[in-house]
């Protein structure tokens, strides 16, 4: 059975700092790109970092400059260094695994962390 369980989120102030961790189950990190998606209140799931297996990095524009996305592969876990964080931050964190197969591409998904922005 896959799991993707995280940790590390919060309340933190404007201009404050997390670090959201994700431990995958090793037969299915290895192969993955993983991801980082975040979910804001009353709006749709965005992409917020990738790294792939070789560790090609992917961020969206609006957290460029300010989150950190790592993996390391002896511990299974990919990580979210957060810095300057901003109320438009608020939100659900999900950790995601992404693979394609043989026969067609599949998506794992951690239960998710909230992170609250605010003063």
């Known amino acids: 059975q896959v799991q993707l369980v995280e940790s590390g989120g919060g309340l933190v102030q404007p201009g404050g700092s997390l670090r959201l961790s994700c431990v995958v189950s090793?037969?299915?990190?290895?192969?993955?790109?993983m991801n980082w998606y975040r979910q804001p209140p009353g709006k749709e799931r965005e992409l917020v970092a990738g790294?792939?297996?070789?560790?090609?990095?992917n961020y969206a524009d609006s957290v460029k400059g300010r989150f950190t996305i790592s993996r390391d592969n002896a511990k299974n876990t990919v990580s979210l260094q957060m810095n300057s964080l901003k109320p438009e931050d608020t939100a659900v964190y999900y950790c995601?695994?992404?693979?394609?197969?043989?026969?067609?591409?599949?998506?794992?998904w951690g239960q998710g962390t909230q992170v609250t922005v605010s003063s």
């Open positions: 995601n695994a992404h693979h394609v197969f043989p026969w067609g591409p599949r998506d794992y």
């Open positions: 090793e037969t299915i990190f290895s192969i993955s790109t």
């Open positions: 790294i792939t297996t070789v560790g090609i990095l």
